[in-house]
């Protein structure tokens, strides 16, 4: 009976994403203008229909709380599933597939910012400036010394992370406005710097990065019907899992604790044993780390950078996924990154106001709901630590 | 050139920045002392300075006036634009900073860099033709018209460059004047030291607040037409950088303190004016060397130039 009862769980949780997915299929399908009222509309109907059946919506959010993998698993699939579905769905979909990719490094990107300013509360407004580092760390590894291209990656992320220490290690003890001078001084220095040095390639920046070449195969090679970018949607697709799970073990465990008591009380925190110094530039460095090799993926992928790739607009759009998705919650950061990345690409008739609207957006967001649109919940130790006592789950069951 | 004269136009050069720079740099200040924020967006105040004086140079005519009603029209267009912007200010802190400035230092921060980046782009697609940078009109050269530069050693100083900076010091004159001699900056000075005490004792805060925020705007629109006159160009984003360093200067001279931030305004001019002269490939790197100037300033000196000490309390 128990058993039946799970099965049919999953058949409707996996029915739920299943339409979703359809619907974003669709979203991305229709070209015309209307599509903005249309979705309007379809958020609207959902909202409204989530006050009216208030008992239907709760039970809906049990289920999806109370069968976690399961949802992630179907996510999964789904997202598995999209590279072969969608030629089929939508004509263009190699440029959606790079939209795709492309918000998947914006959230790589994202979760290294939100370990330095969601965590530890530190604002770096350089983020686009350590993502360049990493770039044309691989660039010029790739290009010049014909290094594969797949070792470029860590080590691009390690060359942003060594980077960002030797700026940070003079500064890292400024805090707020101080430090978010400093960063936003990095970046600018950063990006003249790219823009003046001929031996990276100046204002020209780097062309033609050999691309990810896997024992003769090349990534961007055509296989089948697939398109361009399958393979690359593949492997961002597996970094960025990869990228959430570190982040996820990262919060939970008594690191992300101590950030977070850093970020809440600094002296306090000292007052109890807390060597904030350390724990501050282990976590601007490995935020760093994220940057650095979303930077790589994305030379490598594209084969062209050049310094207005990694300016303070594009650090502020980084900043901006995390603010408004919601600080120290990872969930909110890709939802974050998935508002503010796919969703202009959609709406091509605003393309002059966007700026302007992320401008308006970031003011709206923080003035209505100062803690992002998924704040950052209690970290429910007690909860699993008395699951693990009945022997239910384990110490990282769920968060 | 001589070297001296070399030496002496580089002076009068980091002289004209530096009035700019102090201008913006005290609204930073001033801010900061009565909310405890950093008005982001106070570059892109300074830009509106710019853009609404031009705007009022054509609605008034000002090119066909001549003798004594173009001074009169010109000194009306510095005060009209100068009290239009303090509106503007008083408007943009009443929307976007005084709500965020009780939370964290990053949230008013965001905000008002969303606030500036608004105004920047509100400018460019609703100015007709925004995304170009304009020519601004020649306003003080029509005075000076019959005279020749005065020449020093070989250095040319140019007559409305030296009214510029006349003008900048005289406001920055009154402001000290009205800062301490005054009810009302009193009240400012009550307000920056603590703001609770200073509402005990009958001061009403967010009147202080607005006009703080209002002689703060109306300065940065000052420095605004004083850009446009030196550069004779304006452009959309030029508050983007101006505000950068504004808000450096103000820290290199002590956030909270008006004579520090003067002092840090001019510091950042003549370090720039000094780097593109004496540095190869100079003027590329001189942002570059004053941040640097700036950094070092907050690894060693954090409190700034004139800044008291601050000790965390828990």
Redesign the interface.
Known sequence: MKKKNKFLDILKIASIETLIFFLIMVFFRIESTWILLATLALIGGTLLYTRIYKKQTESIKALFASNRSTVLIVLVLLLLLYPIVSPIIIPQSTYWTLILIQTGIYIMVALGLNIQLGSTGMMNLASAAFYGVGAYTAGMLALKLNWPALITIPVAGIAAALVSLVLFLPVYKTKGHYLALVTLAFGYMLALAADNIEFIGGPQGLKNIPSINLFGYDFLSKVGNFHFYTNYYYFVLALVILTIIISHRFFNSWIGLTLSYIRDDEPAAKGCGVNSNRWKLLSLTTGCFFMGVAGAIYALMIGFISPPNFQFAQSLLIVSIVIIGGMDNILGVIVGAIILVIIPEKFRVITQYRVMLYGILIVVVLLSRPRGLIPFGARKYEASVLGARNGKEGPDGNK | MTSTSVVFQILFNGLMLGIQYSLIAVGFTLFFGVLDV?HFAHGDVFMIGAFSSMVLITLFRLQTASGVSYIILLILIFILSMVLVGGFGVLFER??VK??SK?????S???T??????????VR?FFPRGSESKRFPEILSKLFSGKEAIKLGGTIFRFENLLILIIGVIAIFLLGLYVNKTKMGLAIRATAQNGEVAEMMGVNKNRIIDITFFIGSALAALAGIMNGIYYNSIIFDMG?IAG?IG??AA?VGG?GNIYGAIAGGFLFAFVESFSAAFIP?GS??M??IA??V??LF??FK?SGILGEKVY?R?
């Open positions: 950093i929307i976007a709500p965020v939370g964290s230092p990053v949230m921060l965001l905000a860099l969303g606030l500036g980046i608004a105004i920047r782009e509100a697609i983007a950068v808000f450096s820290v956030l490939r590329e790197f942002d570059v941040f640097a700036v950094i907050l690894i954090p965390e828990v």
